[in-house]
Nanobody
Framework: QVQLVESGGGLVQPGGSLRLSCAAS????????MGWYRQAPGKQRELVAR???????NYEDSVKGRFTISRDNAKNTVYLQMNSLKPEDTAVYYC???????????WGQGTQVTVSS
């Protein structure tokens, strides 16, 4: 059974930093691309950052230079380091992967990030 468990969200002032973590189980983690998505109130869920099994990364334009996605295959964990946070980064952040064989998308429960003074 695939499980993704996020942690690390919270309330932070503009310009601050947070690091999100997503612990995965039920998959051979090192073989899977992992992604971070976010959904703000009244908006569609959007891809924020993605990291391939080989460590290649890509980012949504608005977070380039501020956010960094990384992975630790020994810990089955993917991270999202978020710096220079802005109020428009406020959203629920979700960890995602797609099963290599079944192609089913799996999501974590989400973690709230609020950027406000």
């Amino acid at each position: 059974q695939v499980q993704l468990v996020e942690s690390g969200g919270g309330l932070v002032q503009p310009g601050g930093s947070l690091r999100l973590s997503c612990a995965a189980s039920g998959i051979i983690f090192s073989s899977y691309a992992m992604g971070w998505y976010r959904q703000a109130p009244g908006k569609q869920r959007e891809l924020v950052a993605r990291i391939s099994s080989g460590g290649v990364t890509n980012y949504e334009d608005s977070v380039k230079g501020r956010f960094t996605i990384s992975r630790d295959n020994a810990k089955n964990t993917v991270y999202l380091q978020m710096n220079s946070l802005k109020p428009e980064d406020t959203a629920v952040y979700y960890c995602n992967t797609r099963h290599l064989i079944t192609t089913i998308n799996y999501w974590g429960q989400g973690t709230q990030v609020t950027v406000s003074s």
